[in-house]
């Protein structure tokens, strides 16, 4: 069965220290989201991707956080730097188009120290 | 932008009854409402979608409906079981789903045998 792979599954890393997660989705979905989780809160949008352009970023901390989908397949998310308020599960989804259900991945999770 | 309300206590139901949680959203009626299962430490795994012009939707022991009137969802499990112990996720999609899934906080469901 197919799956959304994402890696790596776990990753600490000290404040201030760049620090990257990757994705790739099930073969054929266009659209690809990049969600944060903060326990005990349901996942927060951080940007969609509609093939390897970016749908909606608006919750996108475009300061220090960026995320790209060259090639319109997997993807890339970047913290740089990393605060202490960042720690969270990173999970990324596909999804064939916007309105279909979303597949997630096991997602990434972020201990910043 | 859209508001999600969970019951964010948890549920607790004895094995065998049936299961109703509740899914209440604030502004405007989305295209698309779905349902997700979450267990600790993994991803969201989607169960359910229904669209704004049905009322009802199953699969196997689970129902969902769909009250626009209400700007409410209700999601029952039957015949509940321990395994049925999660937490679940309701999300909504609008139309063109152009802002991605929006997500409630998710109840803790616990079935005790």
């Known amino acids: 069965e197919a799956e959304v792979a994402q890696s790596p599954r776990y990753k600490i890393t000290e404040k201030s220290q760049a620090v990257a997660f990757w994705c790739d989705p099930i073969?054929?979905?266009?659209?690809l989201y990049w969600y944060r989780q903060i326990l005990g809160q349901g996942p927060e949008l951080l940007v969609q991707f509609q093939d390897e352009s970016v749908v909606d970023d608006s919750q996108l901390p475009k300061d220090r956080f960026s995320a790209e989908r060259l090639k319109g397949v997997d993807s890339t998310l970047k913290i740089q730097p990393a605060e202490l308020g960042d720690s969270a599960m990173y999970l990324c989804?596909?999804?064939?188009?916007?309105?279909?259900?979303?597949?997630f991945g096991q997602g990434t999770r972020l201990t910043v120290v | 932008s859209q508001k999600i309300e969970q019951n964010s206590e948890a549920l607790n139901i004895q094995e065998g009854k049936t299961a109703t949680l509740t899914c209440n959203y604030t502004n405007y009626s989305p295209a698309y409402l779905q349902w997700y299962r979450q267990d600790p430490g993994r991803g969201p795994v989607f169960l359910l979608l229904?669209?704004?012009?049905?009322k009802e939707k199953r699969k196997e022991r689970l129902k969902v409906t769909f009250d626009t009137t209400l700007k409410q969802s209700l999601f029952h499990i039957t015949a509940s079981q321990p395994a049925d112990s999660a937490t679940y996720l309701c999300a909504t999609v609008s139309g063109g789903g152009a802002d991605g899934l929006t997500f409630g906080k998710g109840t803790h469901l616990i079935i005790q045998p």
């Open positions: 989804a596909s999804s064939l188009t916007g309105e279909t259900e979303a597949f």
């Open positions: 229904i669209r704004e012009n049905e």
């Open positions: 073969s054929g979905h266009a659209t």
